[in-house]
């Protein structure tokens, strides 16, 4: 699929470039779709086209989320990451580059589908691949929009193609409405996504990403039984690895723990990634202390944190690829959905609902944490909902760094002041939470009674 995701994006920038005349919730400057969209292999081109913009929003994303979090700490900005230590220190102004770049990128990736949302239904081709298209249009539209409401809060609301003169008349809609908005796009896309792929297609959206990412959506806004009710039908339909090193091997990028990633072929010029962090010695690791030393002896999610080669220490190692060490050009996918994920969020879900001594809830949290060579946990451990809730949460913090989960994580379970307090000795304050709305944005709408500032910035 990145092969043809490669040459499709040469094809589709003859027809779309990023106007930066216009303000970022405008469509990417185009000439002419009308004459695009008509057949199958026409709207299979612009799906994929989408798919390829969540591969320039990894790294943002990976900005965004966990400099922010106790996973690591820059300890002073070095060329070129001034912005990026600004938010890991919760100094970032409106003005930062890599916000504006975030908010452009996304509102970008929207822009794809809408087109295909918007044009699809007049096309003459079968209904049933007409759905599936349209359901993967709208799981990256709410994958997309899911990561801009908790980063931002109140956001434009934009579900179909819009001009760029109408764009500057849409104001920041309120974050309930946003979540419906996430919510309905989900939900289409469960009913109407295949369970699986072809080997060919891999990497594509199924009926699983749907249901997981709609769980998280769930369980983000403390609905823990409609989170419970989706999450089950995900159980049983993957598995958990032998180890955690198994799900991230590069060779072996379609494992049956992985739910939805965003593929990367370092074969393919463009189409690999580059380190986020330099090779370093673990005295200048940009991790946090709070982080290195969270794992027992037996815990073996600790060779995922980091590939040691003669004494040195590159890192992480979920997304190095040993094999490219030469050319910082590496082909690991990044990971969104993984089967360990769905354990924790239901077992999480399960115990908000109602803590039950050895419940099921128990039997999830123990299946990863086996994996994880840890003995399994009882109600004599956990005596309560509360013990229960701390557990998972750093449990969720032992598997998934650098994932993209853990701020989020923090925010959910409102631990954010005290976990960043501990890990990089930083006192934030509630406003915090969420980012700045990118000045360039506000200037360009010049209406603050519609698209205002956070409060605190």
């Keep these: 699929m990145k092969k043809i995701i490669y040459i499709l994006l040469t094809m589709l920038l003859t027809f779309s470039s990023c106007s930066k005349e216009f303000v970022e919730l405008a469509p990417e400057n185009v000439l002419n779709t009308e ?112 990561n801009i409401v908790r980063l931002w809060g109140d956001a434009p609301i934009v579900l179909t193609e819009i001009s760029a003169e109408e764009s500057l008349t849409l104001g920041r809609s309120p974050v309930a409405q946003v979540y419906e908005a996430i919510e309905a796009d989900l939900l289409f896309a469960v009913e109407h996504l295949p369970i699986s792929h072809s080997s060919q297609d891999f990497g594509r959206a199924t009926k699983g990403a749907a249901r997981t990412l709609l769980g998280k959506v769930y369980l983000t806004q403390n609905k823990y039984a409609e989170a419970v009710t989706v999450l089950n039908d ?4 993957y ?86 060490t030469a050319t910082r050009n590496f082909g690991n996918d ?56 701390e557990t998972i949460l750093n449990e969720r913090f032992l598997e998934f760094p650098f994932e993209g989960h853990r701020w989020f994580d923090l925010i959910r379970t409102k631990t954010a002041e005290s976990e960043i307090n501990a890990g990089i000795g930083i006192s934030i304050q509630d406003y915090q939470l969420l980012y700045p709305m990118p000045q360039a944005e506000i200037e360009k709408i010049n209406n603050t009674t519609i698209f205002y500032q956070n409060d605190g910035y």
């Excluded at 991790?287 to 040691?308: E, G, Q, V």
């Excluded at 220490?313 to 979920?318: E, N, T, Y």
């Design 234 to 237: 995900v159980v049983g339909q």
């Design 334 to 389: 990044y990971i969104l959905l993984r089967y360990a994920d769905v354990l924790l969020m239901l077992s999480e879900a399960l115990n908000e609902q109602s803590y039950q001594a050895n419940g099921i809830a128990f039997t999830y949290l123990n299946e990863v944490r086996e994996r994880a060579n840890l003995p399994a946990l009882t109600s004599t451990e956990l005596s309560n909902q509360n013990s229960f809730r």
């Design 35 to 146: 004459d695009f969209f008509k057949t199958k292999d026409d709207f299979n081109a612009a799906v994929l086209a989408a798919y390829a913009k969540l591969q320039g929003q990894v790294e943002i994303y990976f900005e965004l989320v966990e400099w922010r979090s106790d996973n690591l700490d820059l300890l002073a900005p070095t060329a070129g990451t001034q912005d990026r230590f600004n938010i890991n220190k919760f100094q970032e102004t409106s003005a930062n580059g890599i916000l504006q770049n975030a908010w452009a990128n996304f509102y970008n990736g929207i822009f794809r589908t809408n087109v295909i949302t918007d044009k699809i239904n007049e096309a003459n081709f079968d209904e049933e691949i007409k759905n599936q298209f349209e359901g993967e249009a709208r799981f990256i539209r709410a994958l997309t929009y899911f």
């Design 239 to 324: 598995s958990l690895l032998p180890t955690i090193s198994d799900v991230f091997d590069t060779s072996n990028k379609t494992n049956n723990e992985i739910i939805f990633s965003i593929r990367f072929n370092k074969e393919i010029e463009g189409e690999g990634h580059g380190l986020w962090f330099a090779v370093s010695d673990l005295s200048i690791s940009p991790f946090t202390p709070k982080l290195t030393t969270a794992y027992s002896a037996s815990d073996n999610r600790k060779d995922a944190i980091a590939f040691r080669a003669t004494g040195n220490l590159f890192a992480p190692s979920k997304f190095f690829d040993t094999e490219s």
